[in-house]
């Protein structure tokens, strides 16, 4: 999700309508699905939030190509195949990207 105040991106380089991407959002929504993958495996129903949590983290992630693409193809993956995300690897890949 994208947000933006009236005349808040002048000077940033953004195009109209997107804010930067957030390290703390994307770890936000990971770190939910992650939860709430582990409640799926318990019998509750959170498939759908499961992968709108994975979709926010993909949203949130586009500065980071490498990381947006992991979170995407895992996102993918569950929708059709129900793979759970490896999220040790996301979290790594998340952590490269902070260091970068």
Same mark, same amino acid.
């Given at each position: ?9 002048q000077g ?14 994307? !770890?936000?929504h990971?770190?939910? =699905?992650c939860?709430?993958c582990?409640e799926? +495996?318990?019998?509750y129903?959170y /498939?759908?939030? @499961?992968i ?5 983290a993909e949203? !949130?992630?586009?500065?980071?190509? =490498?990381l ?5 193809? +895992?996102?993918?993956?569950?929708? /059709?195949d129900? @793979? ?11 952590r490269?990207?902070?260091g970068?």
């Open positions: 999700m994208y947000y933006v105040s009236r005349g808040g991106l940033l380089g953004l195009e109209e309508g997107v804010r930067p991407s957030c390290m703390e959002c994307v !770890e936000k990971l770190g939910s =699905a939860v709430l582990g799926l +495996a318990d019998g129903p /498939r759908h939030r @499961v709108g949590h994975l979709h926010e949203d !949130e992630s586009r500065q980071w190509p =490498a947006h693409r992991a979170i995407r193809e +895992a996102r993918k993956r569950f929708q /059709r129900g @793979v759970t995300p490896d999220w040790q690897r996301l979290q790594g890949l998340c490269l990207c902070e970068a």
